[in-house]
């Protein structure tokens, strides 16, 4: 049986992994910052392990590489998103963001790429954003952010292939989450009616694809950055 590690699982996209990867059969062990409660009752239903790691620490991506030991697929799912002009992000804003949402999914995957190399096998799945594809007005640093994903994913394909791992992005558009609870209804319809498919896109959506990029039938696909998004930035 393999082992998945899902950041950010206690809630939205992350919650959805936890479900569908707990029924194909996985061992799946996430972790979760906030929402304790739950992680605990969703980790119980599903038979998971939930940890508490906030990975902007390096202290508690430590304690969290002990505590799960080898696994064979991370997703790097946890992100915050902040929306604000330009003129208003300050350096606490940029950090808080570029250290959750890129810095954190670097040393999440660095603590586990040895375990992978010593298998021959790995699966790295990075949850992205649109906006790192298209950019987003009043989200720089989080558009910034999820685009240097994109680096991080093509640079550790090239690096990782010949080890056995894969390394790839998801880029969710308007999923129908927490995240989006503060955005105007009015601004949430016209971001649908800009969607080919014209609905918002659900946590299943995301998980269904990290499903397929996690399983042996995807070893030939590494580097790639793959919409999920209803067609919204074709
Ligand atoms: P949620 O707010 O529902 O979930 C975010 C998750 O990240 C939570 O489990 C949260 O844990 C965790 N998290 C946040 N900060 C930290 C941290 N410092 N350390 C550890 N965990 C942390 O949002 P979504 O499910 O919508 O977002 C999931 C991912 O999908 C994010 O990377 C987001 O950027 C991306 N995404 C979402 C889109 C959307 O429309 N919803 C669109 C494009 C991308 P806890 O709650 O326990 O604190």
Known sequence: MKTVLITGGSTGIGAGIVKEFSKAGYSV?????NHKNE????????????????????EDINTLKEKANCVDIVINN????????????????????????????????????QGMINKSFGRIIFIGSMWGISGASCEVHY??????????TKSLAKELGPSGITVNLIAPGI???EMNKNID???????????????????EDIANLALFLASDNSSFITG???????GYTI
């Open 29 to 33: 062990i996430f972790t979760y910052k």
């Open 39 to 58: 992680a605990e009752l969703l980790a119980k239903e599903y038979g998971a392990r939930a940890f508490f790691c906030d990975i902007t620490k390096m």
């Open 78 to 113: 946890a992100g915050i998103s902040d929306i604000k002009m330009c003129s208003l992000i300050n350096e606490d804003d940029w950090d808080n963001i570029v250290n959750t949402n890129l810095k954190g999914a670097f040393f999440i995957s660095k603590a586990f790429i």
């Open 143 to 152: 558009s910034a952010a999820k685009a240097g994903l994109t680096g991080l």
């Open 175 to 177: 999923i129908d989450t």
């Open 185 to 203: 209804p009015s601004v949430l319809n016209e971001l649908v009616s800009s969607c080919p498919v014209s609905r918002l896109g659900k946590p």
């Open 224 to 230: 790639t950055v793959i919409p999920v998004d209803g």
